[in-house]
């Protein structure tokens, strides 16, 4: 049985779906982009032989029972073996989950469409889904688990990433305070 699959046009920024429509991403903002830049650096260093690393790479998300929709995390890891096989084509818009999905909040971002995307992801197969709350100074891990809130004191970690650690306080200081 085929899958049904929601196709939305490529736009600037990317659009979605979220909650049942159509939601174009936000323009990222400095603490936004500067976020993106320094964990897609530092997880694409750890991933070199483990899989791939992208920023606002589309993915075909399929949850059992729902339509496929696209959804384009604000960086995104796939384990090479879930790439192995597919060809050039198949791996631009991957007709599956990312392995870890990472999104940044931005100012405008509606807490329900940030855990529709969640719960979304986790259905479809993500091992874990971080969100980056550049105003809060948090991350929140998502997995099957449960959910796991850290601050600046923490290291993030998670067997998702084996090996892979990243202190929160120097990527928050780094990222987000202003150059003197």
Wanted: hydrophobic share 40%; no cysteine.
């Amino acid at each position: 049985m085929a899958v049904e699959e929601i196709v939305l046009p490529i736009t600037k920024p990317e659009t979605e779906w979220v909650r049942g429509r159509a939601l174009q991403k936000m323009s990222p903002t400095r603490d936004h982009s500067r976020l993106q830049t320094d964990i897609a650096i530092a997880l694409g260093r750890w991933s070199r032989g483990r899989g791939e690393v992208g920023t606002e790479w589309r993915f075909r998300v399929t949850v059992p029972g729902e339509a496929a929709r696209p959804l384009v995390p604000d960086i995104s890891f796939v384990a090479l073996d879930r790439l192995r096989g597919l060809s050039h084509e198949a791996i631009q818009a991957p007709a599956f989950a990312p392995t870890v999905a990472i999104e940044v909040l931005s100012p405008g971002d509606d807490p329900r469409d940030v855990a529709d995307k969640v719960a979304v992801y986790l259905r479809g197969g993500t091992s874990l889904v971080i969100v980056v709350d550049p105003k809060t100074r948090t991350v929140t891990l998502h997995d099957a688990a449960g959910s796991n809130v850290l601050g600046t004191n923490d290291i993030l970690r998670h067997p998702a990433l084996p090996r892979f650690k990243v202190h929160l306080g120097k990527l928050f200081s780094g990222a987000l305070d202003l150059p003197v």
